[in-house]
């Protein structure tokens, strides 16, 4: 696309493998036409996924699980009221899950259409719903029930994302945050340095390791010159397995932004398999 016009009518853009500046001009120009981004990119061992939504998107099924449901065992009638499950089945629910109840004899204005609670756990059993003064009391019977709440998430542009000194990068169980933010610091470099990013080239990962010192990106306790180092090596280069995970994951975001179902990335995602790489690196 070249204008505004050319995204009318289309709910996603999806960016595969472009350059910094090329992703720049497209996300600029999904924000004009109101329409979500998805970019998608490898270099040899390392991938990036970025998500911008809009500056408020509603994601109406956080989980895509199914609500949970429970059968109770008592409901007390008081001004702090508490919801007790039956010992075969503990509520699940988090602080500030919202629910309703259902058939609960003895308490029929607790099952008023429309009327929700919104929960505190005490423990696996036990929730606090605030109060249920003239509800009636429990008599026996009924359940409660999850209601899911539509969340609204913000988001950054990409122009915006990457030029942030606390850049918004998911954080993935096991990775540490250091190698995160060196993989976004080389991605942020590697489109001046590529022409001399050949395979093996200890040049043009000197030259990356130096981009990379003084863009200012990382503190100088961050950097991690191997890591920097085999980026470049394999800058040029496409990993097939590292590509279809990459892409699998984009297609997911694209589907979340489609459907407002599932919480997307928040907002870029790092992930390297470097380790497959073979050591000592070899050299042209």
Not at 234 to 259: H, I
Request: charged share 20%.
């Amino acid at each position: 696309p070249q204008a505004k016009a050319d995204l009318a009518g289309y709910t996603t853009l999806v960016v595969v493998d472009q350059p910094l500046a090329e992703m720049l001009r497209l996300s600029n120009l999904a924000r004009q036409a109101g329409c979500k981004l998805v970019c998608a990119r490898t270099c040899g061992a390392f991938g990036q996924i970025f998500c911008d939504f809009g500056d408020s998107f509603t994601v109406a099924d956080a989980d895509g699980e199914q609500p949970k449901e429970c059968l109770l065992q008592h409901v007390s009638t008081s001004e702090h009221g508490e919801a007790v499950c039956v010992e075969e089945q503990p509520h699940g629910l988090q602080e500030g899950d919202v629910v309703r109840f259902e058939g609960v004899d003895g308490m029929p204005a607790l099952c008023t259409p429309g009327r929700t609670f919104v929960v505190r756990p005490t423990d696996r059993h036990t929730l606090q719903i605030g109060s249920t003064l003239g509800a009636g009391e429990y008599a026996g019977h009924g359940r409660l029930v999850q209601v899911k709440q539509p969340a609204t998430v913000s988001f950054k542009s990409f122009e915006d994302a990457m030029a942030a000194e606390n850049p918004p990068i998911h954080e993935v169980v096991g990775v540490p945050t250091t190698r995160t933010r060196n993989a976004h610091a080389c991605f942020r470099a590697i489109d001046a340095v590529l022409p001399m990013a050949e395979p093996g080239c200890e040049e043009g990962a000197a030259v990356l390791l130096e981009a990379v010192s003084l863009g200012g990106w990382l503190r100088e306790d961050e950097l991690l010159p191997e890591l920097v180092s085999a980026f470049a090596r394999g800058a040029r280069g496409q990993l097939g397995p590292l590509c279809s995970f990459v892409g699998g994951v984009a297609a997911q975001e694209v589907l979340k932004a489609c459907s407002s179902k599932f919480m997307p990335i928040r907002q870029l995602l790092y992930y390297d398999c470097a380790e497959v790489l073979p050591q000592p690196p070899p050299t042209r």
